[in-house]
């Protein structure tokens, strides 16, 4: 419902643009978002599985790694190399390192995948983010 409300909001704004300095909108649409946020979040909780087979423990660390600390740093020596600033090459490392998305449960979910796993990567992505981001920053203080 957030996800449609903004982009028909989006698609108003393209011909009114005043429409979005409009106070009481901006009010609805932020707690439109901050709703879905926590529904998302309060979803994947709900799915996450305290009880991991071994088997999939390994693949679960696995995908945290490569998408906390490999992807992260192949972004930062491609821009690197590219000549980017060093303040869109800081931003684009920390979107590269925060946890998948929660609304990827619900796909995989609806593709009749392995929901548990993703719920299960995303916890895991978003409790070792906390530490990753952190040693990140701490790796590359050239950027800030």
């Known amino acids: 419902l957030a996800c449609v409300l903004g982009g028909f909001i989006n698609q108003i704004a393209l011909y009114y643009p005043v429409i979005l300095e409009i106070d009481s909108i901006n009010r609805i649409l932020d707690n439109f978002g901050s709703a879905s946020l926590a529904v998302s979040l309060i979803t994947i909780g709900s799915g996450i599985n305290i009880v991991i087979k071994r088997s999939q423990l390994l693949a679960i660390l696995n995908c945290a790694a490569i998408k906390l600390l490999v ?60 530490l990753t981001i952190p040693l990140l920053l701490a790796v590359f203080p050239y950027i800030k």
Not at 87 to 100: H, K, Q, R, T, Y
Request: glycine share 4%.
């Open 71 to 130: 992807f992260p740093v192949m972004v930062v020596f491609s821009l690197k190399y590219f000549n980017y600033d060093n303040e869109l090459i800081l931003v684009c490392m920390l979107f590269a390192a925060s946890p998948g998305s929660p609304s990827s449960s619900a796909m995989v979910k609806i593709l009749k995948g392995d929901y548990e796993a993703i719920n299960n990567i995303i916890g895991v992505q978003t409790v070792l983010s906390m």
